[in-house]
């Protein structure tokens, strides 16, 4: 059905995949780098070509460690689900192994035909691919079953063209039209409308009050100390100083998401903290859980550190706070709160 509508509402490129008119641009790679990636897949595999050109993306795009959180969903293999800002498919594919259907929807052309390929190599005929802007994604008369959210509300704040490389803490004066949080919301709102009764949100997000941040470690997205959990007002005045723009990236604490969540119409939410982070779980645990058998390496940050001496410094000083932090996770109640990421379940 939701193929159907597909073919009936959007125009399909010669490689499979659907196109809404409405595109942008959200990478880790600039447009010259994406498109010699892509250029290279017809005479490399997917897993070649990142091993070639980008080793350090590997495990980024392929780990199996990735897909952890899904567990969370307790799939049973006949849903339509929908992976909202897929990128490379790190959740779409899996998705498409344990589903019925998967729509992957990302404003990048580039990121979606390197998914196809990876699709077609592993024969997946169960996975369709949507270029469109997620802040603008229309109503489906076909309802999802589940819709994935791995990464990206925090970006739908964002306007214009991301090229990590050129935004990561570097700056460049901008200024945005909408409320941060409005803007999330609308789209949350949209997405819940697209779901079916029985339909769940799977959300992954790094916490606002993630404890690395209170010991020097910067925000994850705009690259600059405190403005995570300092007062909205404050952290655009900083982001302003030095990076040009305001800050509009906005993470939640535990409380604060689920809030967001239900203010979306969602009536139910599962709230799980995530150690190192929801990129590569080693731990999920739900927030009412307890800590007693959190170890020092589940604290360890996915930070790739290519100076030596930093990377020394960092192994020892790391090493140190990771135990640290693991005692008094385990032994406080309240610094459940301050668990790096959280991944949300959300109940229609």
């Given at each position: 059905?939701?193929?159907?509508?597909?073919?009936?509402?959007?125009q399909k490129s010669d490689d499979s995949l659907f196109l809404s008119g409405d595109h942008g641009y959200w990478s880790n790679l600039d447009r010259v780098e994406n498109d010699e990636l892509v250029a290279s897949l017809g005479q490399k595999s997917t897993k070649e070509a990142i091993r070639e050109y980008y080793p350090d993306l590997f495990d980024v795009i392929f780990s199996s460690k990735r897909e952890a959180g899904l567990e969370l969903l307790e799939l049973k293999g006949?849903?339509?689900c929908v992976d909202l800002g897929c990128m490379w498919g790190a959740l779409t594919i899996p998705l498409a192994r344990r589903c019925k259907h998967v729509l992957g929807i990302d404003q990048t052309l580039n990121s979606l035909k390197f998914l196809g390929a990876r699709a077609r190599e592993e024969e997946l005929d169960n996975v369709d691919l949507l270029c469109a802007n997620l802040k603008r994604?229309?109503?489906?008369?076909?309802?999802?079953?589940?819709?994935?959210?791995n990464?990206?509300?925090?970006?739908?704040?964002e306007e214009g063209p991301i090229e990590l490389k050129s935004y990561y803490g570097k700056f460049s004066e901008k200024k945005y039209s909408a409320d941060p949080r409005q803007q999330q919301l609308d789209f949350l709102r949209t997405l819940h409308g697209n779901l079916s009764d029985r339909g769940k949100l799977y959300l992954?997000?790094?916490?606002?009050?993630?404890?690395?941040?209170?010991?020097?470690?910067?925000?994850?997205?705009?690259?600059?100390?405190?403005?995570?959990?300092?007062?909205?007002?404050?952290?655009?005045w900083i982001s302003k100083w030095r990076l040009g723009r305001p800050y509009v990236t906005w993470i939640y604490s535990f409380n604060g998401l689920k809030k967001l969540i239900k203010e979306a119409g969602f009536s139910k939410v599962d709230l799980y903290?995530?150690?190192?982070?929801?990129?590569?779980?080693?731990?999920?645990?739900?927030?009412?859980?307890s800590l007693k058998d959190l170890r020092p390496q589940s604290l360890a940050p996915n930070i790739v550190v290519t100076n030596v001496k930093r990377n020394i410094f960092r192994r020892i000083v790391g090493g140190i706070y990771r135990k640290l932090f693991a005692r008094i996770l385990r032994t406080m109640k309240s610094t459940k709160y301050l668990a790096p990421s959280i991944i949300a379940i959300g109940h229609k």
């Open positions: 059905m939701i193929r159907c509508e597909l073919e009936k509402n959007y006949d849903e339509a994604l229309r109503s489906f008369d076909s309802k999802f079953d589940v819709a994935v959210v990464g990206v509300l925090e970006w739908i704040p992954a997000i790094e916490n606002r009050y993630d404890y690395k941040m209170f010991i020097g470690f910067k925000d994850p997205h705009a690259n600059l100390h405190f403005v995570s959990f300092l007062p909205r007002r404050i952290a655009n903290m995530c150690f190192p982070d929801y990129r590569f779980p080693e731990k999920i645990i739900p927030l009412n859980g």
